[in-house]
Antibody, heavy 127, light 106 residues
Framework: LQLQESGPGLVKPSETLSLSCAVSGGSISNHSYYWGWIRQPPGKGLEWIGSIFHTGSTNYNPSLKSRVSISVDTSSNKFSLMLTSVTAADMGVYYC????????????????????WGQGTQVIVSS | DIQMTQSPSSLSASVGDRVIVTCRASQNIGSYLNWYQQKPGKAPKFLIYRASNLQSGVPSRFSGSGSGTDFTLTISSLQPEDFATYFCQQSYKTITFGQGTRLEVK
């Protein structure tokens, strides 16, 4: 499985960041997985942004929910991130990842872990 | 929000050392704790899920333990390729990561 992020590396303040993640070597419609976005500000830790199931069902970080939208295109095996009204605080490396939900017995919860990652794409916010 | 706090923030060790990284949750998260390794300029690599389950392909010198609020990642005999930053991540309620522990060469 491979994931590859793409999109503009430079975004102006107050504008919208748009990134895509192309999935190869596996189907984005696999019922066992969600697909997520995680970011990492320079020199800092990891922040989960949100995740999507192939049906279009989404879960977002509450702190970003008002500005985030994640969509999926099963026909092209891609999913995408939009983050509106960006500021310098949104700078960093953005990763897409395969998100395995927690399943205990016959019950599954969307929370889980990220077992395959893209290489990441650097995003700079500057006018 | 569930806060994840790792200690120490950085750690110096030598090849062959036994290393322990600690992660503490701000509330009981059961065993819903995962670990990642990240090398400079690279994406994180998934190591351990549900506190103690080793992901396929991860060397057996890595192990995880704990439940509730306190968790540990242990590297039994440090190898040169293990110098990296390690992150914990809770999956009990939404998803949050610890701030990372940087493992450096002594």
């Amino acid at each position: 499985l491979q994931l590859q992020e793409s999109g503009p590396g430079l975004v102006k303040p107050s504008e919208t960041l748009s990134l895509s993640c192309a999935v190869s070597g596996g189907s984005i419609s696999n019922h066992s997985y969600y697909w997520g976005w995680i970011r990492q500000p320079p020199g800092k830790g990891l922040e989960w942004i949100g995740s999507i199931f192939h049906t279009g069902s989404t879960n977002y970080n509450p702190s970003l929910k008002s500005r985030v939208s994640i969509s999926v295109d099963t026909s092209s095996n891609k999913f995408s991130l939009m983050l509106t009204s960006v500021t310098a605080a949104d700078m960093g490396v953005y990763y897409c990842a395969r998100h395995r939900p927690e399943c205990v017995g016959s019950s599954c919860f969307w929370e889980g872990w990220f077992d395959a990652w893209g290489q990441g794409t650097q995003v700079i916010v500057s006018s | 929000d569930i806060q994840m706090t790792q200690s120490p923030s950085s750690l110096s060790a030598s090849v062959g050392d036994r290393v322990i990284v600690t992660c503490r949750a701000s509330q009981n998260i059961g065993s819903y704790l995962n670990w990642y390794q990240q090398k400079p300029g690279k994406a994180p690599k998934f190591l351990i899920y549900r506190a103690s389950n080793l992901q396929s392909g991860v060397p057996s010198r890595f192990s995880g333990s704990g439940s509730g609020t306190d968790f540990t990642l242990t590297i039994s005999s440090l190898q040169p390729e293990d110098f990296a930053t390690y992150f914990c991540q809770q999956s009990y309620k939404t998803i949050t990561f610890g701030q990372g522990t940087r493992l450096e060469v002594k």
